[in-house]
Structure formats: C-alpha cells, structure tokens
C-alpha cells in the first residue's frame, strides 16, 4: 500500500549529489523507524540506510549498507515530517529506483519485511 511519496530523483554526473525526500500525506510517521531502499529492474530490493523512531529514540539510531556507507546520509525532519537521503560523491553502481519505507515498528531495520508502507520510488541517474 502506496501512503509515501518521494521526490528529488535525477541525472547527475558520476561524483555529483542529490537529495531524496519522503513525505506522507495527511499523517506523520513519528512513532515509526524509516528506511531507504534501492532496486535495478530485475535485481531484488536492496537495503541503503534506516533510522529509528525520533519519538521512541530521540538520539537515533541510523545504519548504512557498506555499499553507500560514507557517502549517504539519512535524517528526519519532525516539523515538516520528512525524511531524507543526502546522496554524494554518486557512483555509476548507484542507479536505480529509489524507495522510502515506513517500518512496523520505531527500531531501525536493514529487512524488507519489517516495513509495512512504500512509496512509488523515484528514480536516481548517474551518468555523463
């Protein structure tokens, strides 16, 4: 069940940046952990960071797949109920579309099966 939406894909040149948003629309998601994922058609959903429930866990608790470790970033924004993926120094292995995902519970989780709502995507370019 689609309850998310994401903007802020893109082209970008290999080492360039983008930003990803999540919103939900006409609730928050406060109580709930938040995760990134990835997918390239045909290949399986892949994890790229999560981010436990700012109100169960006000310090956070956030994790990256080695793939994107260092170069990616996840926060939250509780005033505008968003969630975001700052993406730099981008690779060409990094295209794909890109997902938000709301979890069943506020613990942060690299498994696809402890979300429970997606959004469409949006898609991420990396190219000359």
């Known amino acids: 069940q689609e309850q998310l939406e994401e903007a802020g894909g893109g082209l970008v040149q290999p080492g360039g940046s983008l930003r990803l948003s999540c919103a939900a629309s006409?609730?928050?998601?406060?109580?709930?952990?938040m995760s990134w994922f990835r997918q390239v058609q045909g290949k399986e959903r892949e994890f790229v960071a999560t981010?436990?429930?700012?109100?169960?866990?006000?310090?956070?608790?956030?994790s990256y797949s080695d793939a994107v470790k260092g170069r990616f970033t996840i926060s939250r924004d509780r005033t505008n109920n968003t969630v975001y993926l700052k993406m730099n120094k981008l690779k060409p292995v990094d295209p794909a579309l890109y997902f938000c995902?709301?979890?069943?519970?506020?613990?942060?989780?690299?498994?696809?099966?402890?979300?429970?709502?997606w959004g469409p995507g949006t898609q991420v370019t990396v190219s000359f």
């Open positions: 981010i436990t429930s700012e109100s169960k866990c006000p310090d956070f608790r956030i």
């Open positions: 006409g609730r928050t998601f406060t109580d709930s952990a």
């Open positions: 995902a709301e979890g069943r519970g506020w613990k942060e989780s690299a498994s696809s099966r402890d979300y429970v709502s």
